[in-house]
């Protein structure tokens, strides 16, 4: 297939990625036909998913501004994907244009795209690395010149932890940052978990081995292990919807199919 005037040289045009198949399932146009295909297979066992995927941007929406009115202004979004509506600094900006943010994601098209909108944002910056490479984003130029790890950090971590293969090293790579941050400081994170969908889950899990980015969905108990050491943000470890909604109607529009549970803790 032709390569899109879009798509880095290095990116595999045979192969789907989990980044360009979440533009999909969101309405974006950076995705290929090999992204295309497997979204629309995945949705034949879950075809809820592209309004998991909206619910967990609505969510995102929420905690950032959250944050913000905690008076949180700057912000480490790792994992952060292909550009859509209400990015983490549009979001962060409108509410504190002081705000200041540090995108990481180790996808060549969503960091390329996260360039091109960034480019006149001298409080915006992106960061093409592997998140689990904690050390190495730490010590990258952009979170030298925007972070200051003085100040409390929102440490954001949405749709991202669920790709990380172990519990221990998903534990081990929230810990690294959340211990390079002050007291003060907040972790956010979504997580799909497949203890509401059984069967169909398992067939989207099985889906998901043909991408770059294999699927591994956790319980209640074991995305709140993430947490370990850091105070929960009332109402807790709670589907996508339930948390801090903008309106009742939102909690009842089918909790359990939110398929991801989400959290705001921080760091006493
Ligand atoms: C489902 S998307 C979520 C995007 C955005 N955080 C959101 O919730 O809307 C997951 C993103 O995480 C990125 N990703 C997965 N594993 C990663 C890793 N180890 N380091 C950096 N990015 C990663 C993927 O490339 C993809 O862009």
């Known amino acids: 297939m032709e390569r899109p005037t879009w798509a880095p040289g290095e990116v595999d045009l045979e192969r789907p990625s989990a980044a360009r198949v979440y ?3 969101l309405g974006g146009y950076h995705n290929l036909a090999v992204d295309r295909e497997f979204a629309e297979q995945a ?4 075809p ?9 941007r609505a969510f995102l929406r929420r905690s950032v501004r959250h944050l913000v009115s905690r008076g949180i202004r700057q912000f480490l979004d790792l994992g952060s994907g292909i550009p859509t509506v209400g990015n983490v600094h549009e979001i962060a900006q409108g509410a504190a244009p002081e705000a200041r943010v540090v995108y ?3 996808d060549p098209v969503a960091v390329a795209h996260s360039q091109v909108m960034l480019e006149a944002n001298d409080n915006a910056a992106v960061l093409l690395a592997d ?9 990258s130029a952009p979170v030298a010149q925007l972070i200051d790890t003085d100040e409390p950090v929102g440490v954001l971590m949405f749709a991202v932890l669920h790709f990380v293969d172990s519990d221990e090293l998903a534990r081990a790579t929230v810990r690294a940052y959340m211990d390079a941050v002050p007291s003060g400081s907040y972790l956010v994170v979504s997580h799909g ?3 509401y969908v059984g069967e169909r889950g ?14 591994f969905p956790r319980n209640q108990a074991q995305v709140s292990r993430l947490a370990e050491g850091l105070e929960l943000v009332e109402p807790g470890v709670v589907h996508l919807p339930s948390w801090h909604p903008d309106s009742p109607e939102e909690v009842e529009d089918h909790p359990e199919r939110s398929s991801t549970y989400a959290m705001v803790a921080r760091k006493p």
């Open 48 to 56: 809820e998913l592209p309004l998991i995927m909206r619910t967990n």
């Open 23 to 25: 533009d999909y399932y």
């Open 104 to 106: 990481v994601d180790k």
């Open 193 to 195: 978990t497949h203890e």
């Open 202 to 215: 398992k067939q989207v899990e099985r889906l998901y081995t043909r991408t770059d980015n294999p699927f």
């Open 43 to 46: 949705m034949l066992a879950m």
């Open 131 to 139: 998140m689990r490479d904690v050390e190495s984003v730490l010590a």
